[in-house]
């Protein structure tokens, strides 16, 4: 079984800076792809960026340029630095990996969020 948990969140002016954490533990051969989702209560949960096990990036239009996500594959853990935040970046932040778990079979696995709140 693989957990995946979120750290990092909290509460920060406008402006300022966070970076998250998703550290993944448990039955792992290697995480192939590893993302962030943030959602808003009443809204769909929303993709953010995504690192793939080589390394290459993809982020929503609207944090390019503010959000950088990296990983370390020695450690299983996947960051998210966030920079220049505004309110509506306020959200739970969530990790989702995929993971391969034996040589033919992957599994996709959630952590349980962790809230960034940005004041303005």
């Known amino acids: 079984q693989v957990q995946v948990v979120e750290s990092g969140g909290g509460l920060v002016q406008s402006g300022g800076s966070l970076r998250l954490s998703c550290s993944a533990s448990?039955?792992?051969?290697?995480?192939?792809?590893m993302a962030w989702y943030r959602q808003v209560p009443g809204q769909e949960r929303e993709l953010v960026a995504t690192i793939t096990i080589g390394g290459t990036t993809k982020y929503a239009d609207s944090v390019k340029g503010r959000f950088t996500i990296s990983r370390d594959n020695a450690k299983n853990t996947a960051y998210l630095q966030m920079n220049s935040l505004k309110p509506e970046d306020t959200a739970v932040y969530y990790c989702?990996?995929?993971?391969?778990?034996?040589?033919?079979?992957?599994?996709?696995?959630w952590g349980r969020g962790t809230l960034v709140t940005v004041s303005s």
């Open positions: 448990g039955r792992i051969i290697s995480i192939i792809d």
């Open positions: 989702n990996d995929r993971v391969r778990i034996t040589a033919w079979s992957d599994t996709e696995v």
